[in-house]
């Protein structure tokens, strides 16, 4: 028997209409953030049973009866690899007409990197890291040598002061797997100036937005031997208050008159991609 089954027909309803409420307040979230609002505003227990008995069975129930939109909630963990394609030269042009970007930090003093431990986040974070042109770094737990030696390279050539921040959880392997990308970073580009910010979950947060604790694994985990007290994923955080921790970090490297500059110019130049005619 599911935690949902365990409830009347009313009540099951009344969770519905929270969710709904939750998310229409707020959209995209992934599932795990919107058990975390749940649990805060008291709708459920924190437990594993009504994560995937209420918020998981609920939410796809209300999605396949066409009564939540299914773009509210995000999923970044499956995705496609397909090469862009066009009909035609003319769709080509017109596309990339819409889409073009000029590269914001080539005329900046800096550069800025959003590093993230939780792929289901990355559509959340991503709506920020976008707007900025920042690139967002998702290492889904301990990252290869690989992954951060590239990034390594790709910081050194840049030559320039990098500032490299990181949205994890503060959980034994979260606070290790932070310093274990910083070691490698170092280790790879030496000569790199490179500053590094744990941006959440920290200790303070914690406090200040009473976020949902859950017991620290410890059997069989050497990284929790000198690690106090509970856990906390960062999904726990509330969207709104992540996004802005993203957006105040990137926003502090930025000139903003050298990025009028670079808009206009842009603007501009899209304008004349607008004007291209294909000729035979």
């Known amino acids: 028997m599911t935690a949902a089954s365990r409830r009347t027909k009313a009540e099951i309803q009344l969770l519905k209409n929270a969710f709904f409420g939750l998310l229409a307040e707020r959209h995209p979230q992934t599932v795990r953030q919107l058990f975390y609002q749940a649990v805060s505003a008291g709708l459920i227990e924190k437990t594993e049973a009504d994560y995937?008995?209420?918020?998981?069975?609920?939410?796809?129930?209300?999605?396949?009866?066409g009564n939540l939109p299914w773009e509210w909630l995000a999923d970044s963990t499956r995705w496609m690899r397909k090469p862009r394609s066009y009909s035609s030269l003319e769709e080509a042009i017109a596309r990339t007409a819409t889409t073009y970007r000029r590269a914001l930090w080539d005329n900046q003093n800096a550069y800025v990197e959003v590093w993230l431990e939780k792929e289901a986040l990355a559509g959340v974070l991503y709506e920020i890291t976008e707007m900025y042109d920042v690139p967002l770094m998702v290492v889904k737990g301990f990252p290869s040598k690989d992954f951060v030696h590239g990034a390594a390279e790709a910081i050194d050539a840049?030559?320039?002061?990098?500032?490299?921040?990181?949205?994890g959880d503060w959980d034994p392997s979260g606070l290790v797997i932070w310093r274990d990308i910083?070691?490698?970073?170092?280790?790879?580009?030496?000569?790199?100036?490179?500053?590094?910010?744990?941006v959440a979950?920290?200790?303070q947060q914690i406090?200040?937005?009473?976020?949902p604790t859950r017991p620290t694994k410890r059997e069989g985990n050497s990284h929790a031997?000198?690690?106090?007290?509970?856990?906390?994923e960062v999904d726990a955080i509330p969207v709104d208050a992540l996004q802005e921790l993203a957006r105040e970090v990137i926003e502090r490297h930025i000139d903003q008159r050298q990025l009028k500059i670079t808009m206009t110019a842009e603007e501009s130049e899209r304008e004349a991609l607008k004007g291209w005619r294909v000729t035979t």
């Open 182 to 198: 910083r070691n490698k970073i170092e280790r790879y580009a030496p000569v790199a100036d490179v500053e590094f910010q744990r």
């Open 201 to 203: 979950v920290t200790e």
């Open 225 to 232: 031997r000198n690690f106090l007290g509970d856990s906390v």
């Open 52 to 65: 995937q008995g209420v918020v998981v069975r609920l939410c796809g129930q209300m999605r396949e009866e």
């Open 207 to 211: 406090a200040k937005y009473n976020l």
């Open 158 to 167: 840049r030559e320039k002061p990098a500032y490299l921040y990181y949205f």
